[in-house]
């Protein structure tokens, strides 16, 4: 897979073939949403692997896009997108953009992922905004890939999760301990199993 990595905010490199990009009719692209609302809220928020997160679902502050196409350059340019939709739209918190025909294999989202790190450097965005990854076939470092734990990161589609800084840092200043979350989640996933996990995750599809 080849991906490009000279985009510029200012001066943003489309594919041509962005004219061939498959279009989702609206009930697919809700659908997909509903799916990964789902596994956020019985998962993510149901098992309290971010404490914050329910707050800001209630106040309506998590904007949902899906990126159907399989080109790895146009999915660059819709995370580029995204993060003009974040300096344009202060009421949007947090963005999470869905990848439902690409990056498949683990390997080739840890490159997207390590592309769209260096793409907010480059634009100026380290310390504005933060990166966050979720894939169906997540595994942390030295994982067998049967580790209950995976399931923290284990998401229903391929997708980016982009955060304000700023606000994670006010939510911190109120929660004790922030730095022991990820022990306490891979704890309680662990405790919980593989099959409760993994059957959790897939009944959100």
């Not at 997160?53 to 159907?68: F, L, R």
Request: charged share 25%.
């Amino acid at each position: 897979m080849v991906f490009k990595s000279d985009y510029k905010l200012r001066t943003p490199y489309f594919p041509k073939s962005a004219s061939l990009l498959k279009v989702y009719d609206m009930d697919t692209a809700q659908q997909i949403i509903d799916q990964t609302k789902k596994w956020i809220n019985d998962v993510v928020v149901g098992c309290n692997f971010c404490p914050f997160a329910a707050n800001v679902i209630k106040q309506q502050g998590v904007h949902y896009q899906v990126e159907p196409s399989s080109s790895s350059n146009i999915c660059l340019a819709s995370f580029l997108r995204e993060t003009i939709r974040l300096d344009n739209e202060p009421d949007i918190e947090t963005i999470f953009l869905i990848f439902p025909n690409s990056f498949k294999q683990f390997e080739e989202y840890l490159d997207l992922v390590s592309i769209a790190e260096k793409l907010l450097k480059e634009n100026g965005y380290e310390g504005i905004y933060q990166l966050a990854g979720f894939h169906p076939l997540y595994r942390f470092a030295n994982s067998t890939g049967q580790d209950a734990a995976d399931y923290t990161n284990r998401s229903v589609y391929p997708m980016l999760h982009l955060l304000r800084e700023e606000s994670i840092d006010k939510v911190l200043q109120h929660y004790t301990s922030p730095e022991k979350i990820p022990d306490r989640n891979i704890l309680f996933a662990r405790e919980k199993g593989v099959i409760y996990m993994k059957s959790l995750r897939d009944s959100c599809l």
